[in-house]
């Protein structure tokens, strides 16, 4: 949902409690103060739309962030991008970046402020913490999923996309990644990647993944698809 120019945002303030930080929002400087004990509670007023940005120390995009707030998709994309849904624009409020693999969380206290005629701005956060996509080569209840082309090559950059929403990273150099989640039981999964002229292709597999798969660690599941153009 776009937010109308008349409740477009401006970011004040931002605070990444307990370490430093940088943002980006127009060209408005940051303060600091001391973060609240608890989280504000802020009244459900209305509901605004805004999109965030999460980055690493070295200005790369961070994939797999999920937020503690309703947003519009399970965790940050390949561009770092979330976008959250909160009420009251004009009460400050903690926002809470959290890796889902590993559960650490880094929190912010966000201030926005109404402007009359301006558009929506940038926001951008740091994420200095362990990145998700290394958390989970931690974990030890998971089973593989490779992606191979036609000809048993394998393919990086696929991404697996479950009917529910749950996320799964996408495939290395190797055209390997790893599933952790809860079991699956007989669901569809959308197998995203691209052809040799690089359009964008998908194909639907049926799987079923066990908690007994997920805790011997050692089971392989192995997607072909054609890259083959049309």
Known sequence: MTIKPKLAAILLACLMLGSSMSVAAASTKTTLEEAPSSKPQAQMTQFSNVPLYIYDTKGNPVFGISLDHVSDIPCSNDDGRITMTFADLSEPFVLGLINPVNGEQINYKLFFQVEPGKDTQLCKLLWNKELPEDSV???????????????????????????????????????????????????????QFKDEKGNDKDKRFWCTITEQQLEDANTTFIFKVDTAAA
């Open 137 to 191: 080569k931690k974990v030890k209840e998971k089973v593989k999923f490779r992606a191979v082309d036609q000809n048993g090559e394998p393919l990086a950059g696929v991404r697996f996309v479950f009917h529910d929403q749950r996320f799964i990273y996408p495939t290395n150099a190797d055209g390997e990644t790893w599933y952790w989640q809860d079991p699956v039981k007989y669901n569809y999964v959308d197998v």
